[in-house]
């Protein structure tokens, strides 16, 4: 969901963890535009501004501190389809790819 009243369009967003990971019951908080919802792993849709970029963040949270962070400016013309890898130690970054179907 957007803050504004202009067109948007819709982006596709995978969530991947590691098949091994040091850390349990985590799951992904996503941030677009200053804006934050709990989401699952795996396939999703979002409505973004078509119009302006799109700052979209992810990050992990266990209880005690957050990690996993990544953060992207998805600009108005770039493919609407990302991909978020989270990290398999609980101390790292994670990554955004772009046009990953």
């Given amino acids: 969901m957007t803050s ?3 067109p948007t369009r819709r982006i596709e967003l995978t969530m991947r963890r590691p098949w091994f990971a040091l ?8 941030v677009i ?3 934050g919802q709990p ?7 979002w409505q973004v501004a078509a ?3 799109a700052e979209i963040s992810v990050f992990l949270f266990n209880r005690l501190w957050k990690f996993g962070q990544a953060t992207i400016r998805l600009k108005p013309d770039d493919p609407p389809v ?3 890898r989270a990290p398999a130690l609980p101390f790292r970054t994670g ?3 772009g046009g990953v179907s």
């Fill in 4 to 6: 504004s009243a202009g």
């Fill in 23 to 30: 850390y349990f019951g985590v799951r992904p908080t996503l």
């Fill in 33 to 35: 535009s200053g804006r």
């Fill in 39 to 45: 989401t699952q792993w795996g396939r999703g849709t």
């Fill in 51 to 53: 119009d302006t970029p």
């Fill in 82 to 84: 990302l991909e978020y």
């Fill in 95 to 97: 990554r955004f790819r």
